[in-house]
């Protein structure tokens, strides 16, 4: 146990097991808990969406009613919920504005006056609940929790003032971009809709403000805090992220996964557990695997795993440019995922045409999605960009070795195998060009051939520690930060 422990309050849009849409889920559902073994008391707040209320496994407890007033023309009445979770505590704040949300139409679709509301309520709760307990960091994620910093700092009470900030990029690409008649629902200066504030290109921009107004910026892998600090990655930020950097409020903290959810050794999922002392369960998994998808059961041939949103931004160009000349290996390709319409109809097709090598899966199926990392001997994430990354770590903890781009967090935590001496934990590429990609699965395909050498690097893949602990005292020490007063917007460096 920690000498100090610190109480925070972790705002996001989603969490793991309430509601998930992507990778922020796991990180508001893991991180929390992590830190909580530490010794901190960490909750998580977020909205309260119809499937976590009406669903019968949650037992959501009325706490409280707030009055939450955003500007002279629009107050609010919302109702806050408890929900006791193992090791965690979740409070969900239930207004109309989310009464449409679920999880087949993604949560984020919803109105954005939904998200100034919340952040609003937000700082509402905070000032309401004090008295029974008192955050001393509020965590925040993402665009949709972005203004929670700038109403916390801007609101003049006493709560507010000893209360720090942290906000966390999870991807840049998605930064909560609306039109400039937006700001005047927000219930802000008129003076913070300039260039120095939240204005953007003519527009107003949510995750600017939390950039401008935590104390601690940081995103999700040292790599990507670097490379957004360039144009190519910057999405049009990249000045103000340097500024941040020089001000040494701007850093990477690797992402971990959840090794009680994803454990070889007790998934539920997967036909057979296994470990890296014993890999006779993970011949099994691959065995169903490829029974699942109606092929006959080859132990010689390469199962290549895919589990994606189906973007742009996950490589699936280079994929599709290069899917004739893969298929010519000894491989299977066997996919779960979900986006795009022309990838969703491409890889349809895909399979349709190669059913002896393809499988392919439009949607979303959380115990496939296991099965396939079990099941799998390589795992394809060729990014073009990757602020973390969870499918590397999971196809690690696995044994499924990972084919991947060397940008973002896939170059934090894959390294390319050395075939001299053994070294590394999976098949790594750097030009974003289809012949790279080519390269990288050959390569691949090639040393599966020598089964002493591949399973060495399973083993040794799957005995590294990408588990959240690492990453909690990382977060601890960015929290002590900035209840130090060490940065420049608790210290007051930042001019109102």
Same mark, same amino acid.
């Given at each position: 146990m920690i000498i100090h422990p610190m109480r925070i309050l972790f705002a996001a849009a989603e969490m793991t097991p309430l509601a998930k849409v992507g990778g922020l889920a796991d990180v508001a559902g893991a991180l929390p808990k992590a830190l909580n073994a530490r010794g901190h008391d960490v909750r998580v707040i977020l909205p309260a969406y119809p499937m976590i209320l009406n669903h019968p496994r949650w037992h959501a407890e009325p706490l409280l009613e707030l009055t939450v007033p955003i500007h002279t023309g629009w107050q609010e009445r919302a109702l806050v919920y408890q929900i006791r979770l193992p090791q965690l505590t979740a409070y969900l704040i239930h207004s109309h504005w989310f009464d449409g949300a679920t999880e087949s139409t993604r949560i984020y679709s919803v109105e954005p006056r939904a998200y100034i509301f919340f952040c609003r309520a937000v700082a509402a709760f905070i000032e309401r609940y004090a008295e029974s307990w008192q955050p001393q960091i509020v965590h925040c994620n993402d665009w949709h929790t972005a203004l929670i910093p700038v109403y916390l700092r801007m609101l003049s009470h006493p709560v507010f003032e000893s209360i720090g900030t942290v906000f966390t990029i999870h991807n840049l690409a998605y930064q909560g971009i609306f039109e400039a008649e937006l700001f005047s629902q927000m219930g802000l200066p008129d003076h913070l809709f300039a260039t120095d504030g939240l204005e953007f290109y003519g527009k107003v921009n949510f995750m600017k403000g939390g950039l401008l107004f935590s104390d601690?910026?940081?995103?999700?892998?040292?790599?990507?805090?670097?490379?957004?600090?360039?144009?190519?990655?910057?999405?049009?930020?990249?000045?103000?992220?340097?500024?941040?950097?020089?001000?040494?409020?701007?850093?990477?903290?690797?992402?971990?996964?959840?090794?009680?959810?994803?454990?070889?050794?007790?998934?539920?999922?997967?036909?057979?557990?296994?470990?890296?002392?014993?890999?006779?369960?993970?011949?099994?998994?691959?065995?169903?695997?490829?029974?699942?998808?109606?092929?006959?059961?080859?132990?010689?041939?390469?199962? *290549?795993?895919?589990?994606?949103?189906?973007?742009?931004?996950?490589?699936?160009?280079? *994929?599709?440019?290069?899917?004739?000349?893969?298929?010519?290996?000894?491989?299977?390709?066997?996919?779960?995922?979900?986006?795009?319409?022309?990838?969703?109809?491409?890889?349809?097709?895909?399979?349709?045409?190669?059913?002896?090598?393809?499988?392919?899966?439009?949607?979303?199926?959380?115990?496939?999605?296991?099965? *396939?990392? +079990?099941?799998?001997?390589?795992?394809?994430?060729?990014?073009?960009?990757?602020?973390?990354?969870?499918?590397?770590?999971?196809?690690?903890?696995?044994?499924?070795?990972?084919?991947?781009?060397?940008?973002?967090?896939?170059?934090?935590?894959?390294?390319?195998?050395?075939?001299?001496?053994?070294?590394?934990?999976?098949?790594?590429?750097?030009?974003?060009?289809?012949?790279?990609?080519?390269? +990288?699965?050959?390569?691949?395909?090639?040393?599966?051939?020598?089964?002493?050498?591949?399973?060495?690097?399973?083993?040794?893949?799957?005995?590294?520690?990408?588990?959240?602990?690492?990453?909690?005292?990382?977060?601890?020490?960015?929290?002590?930060?900035?209840?130090?007063?060490?940065?420049?917007?608790?210290?007051?460096?930042?001019?109102?």
């Amino acid at each position: 146990m920690i000498i100090h422990p610190m109480r925070i309050l972790f705002a996001a849009a989603e969490m793991t097991p309430l509601a998930k849409v992507g990778g922020l889920a796991d990180v508001a559902g893991a991180l929390p808990k992590a830190l909580n073994a530490r010794g901190h008391d960490v909750r998580v707040i977020l909205p309260a969406y119809p499937m976590i209320l009406n669903h019968p496994r949650w037992h959501a407890e009325p706490l409280l009613e707030l009055t939450v007033p955003i500007h002279t023309g629009w107050q609010e009445r919302a109702l806050v919920y408890q929900i006791r979770l193992p090791q965690l505590t979740a409070y969900l704040i239930h207004s109309h504005w989310f009464d449409g949300a679920t999880e087949s139409t993604r949560i984020y679709s919803v109105e954005p006056r939904a998200y100034i509301f919340f952040c609003r309520a937000v700082a509402a709760f905070i000032e309401r609940y004090a008295e029974s307990w008192q955050p001393q960091i509020v965590h925040c994620n993402d665009w949709h929790t972005a203004l929670i910093p700038v109403y916390l700092r801007m609101l003049s009470h006493p709560v507010f003032e000893s209360i720090g900030t942290v906000f966390t990029i999870h991807n840049l690409a998605y930064q909560g971009i609306f039109e400039a008649e937006l700001f005047s629902q927000m219930g802000l200066p008129d003076h913070l809709f300039a260039t120095d504030g939240l204005e953007f290109y003519g527009k107003v921009n949510f995750m600017k403000g939390g950039l401008l107004f935590s104390d601690q910026v940081n995103t999700v892998s040292p790599t990507y805090a670097r490379e957004i600090q360039t144009p190519e990655y910057g999405e049009r930020l990249e000045e103000l992220l340097r500024t941040l950097a020089e001000q040494h409020r701007l850093s990477g903290i690797l992402n971990g996964i959840d090794y009680e959810e994803w454990n070889p050794e007790t998934d539920p999922h997967i036909p057979a557990p296994y470990n890296a002392d014993d890999l006779s369960g993970k011949s099994l998994c691959k065995r169903a695997l490829q029974q699942a998808c109606g092929w006959h059961p080859e132990s010689d041939r390469a199962v *290549i795993g895919l589990v994606s949103r189906l973007t742009d931004q996950k490589g699936l160009d280079l *994929i599709k440019a290069i899917s004739a000349k893969i298929l010519q290996l000894p491989v299977q390709l066997v996919l779960l995922g979900t986006g795009d319409a022309d990838y969703e109809r491409f890889f349809r097709l895909l399979h349709k045409r190669h059913r002896a090598k393809v499988h392919a899966t439009i949607g979303f199926d959380n115990a496939w999605a296991h099965q *396939i990392y +079990a099941g799998a001997d390589m795992f394809l994430m060729p990014s073009r960009f990757e602020p973390c990354g969870l499918g590397q770590l999971i196809s690690l903890r696995y044994g499924t070795i990972p084919i991947v781009r060397h940008t973002g967090g896939l170059a934090d935590t894959i390294t390319d195998y050395d075939l001299t001496n053994g070294a590394g934990n999976g098949f790594a590429f750097r030009d974003y060009k289809p012949a790279a990609l080519y390269d +990288a699965v050959e390569r691949a395909v090639n040393l599966f051939g020598d089964q002493a050498r591949w399973q060495a690097l399973m083993r040794h893949a799957m005995r590294q520690d990408w588990s959240w602990r690492r990453s909690a005292q990382e977060y601890e020490a960015l929290y002590r930060r900035v209840a130090s007063s060490e940065s420049p917007v608790a210290s007051g460096i930042l001019g109102e």
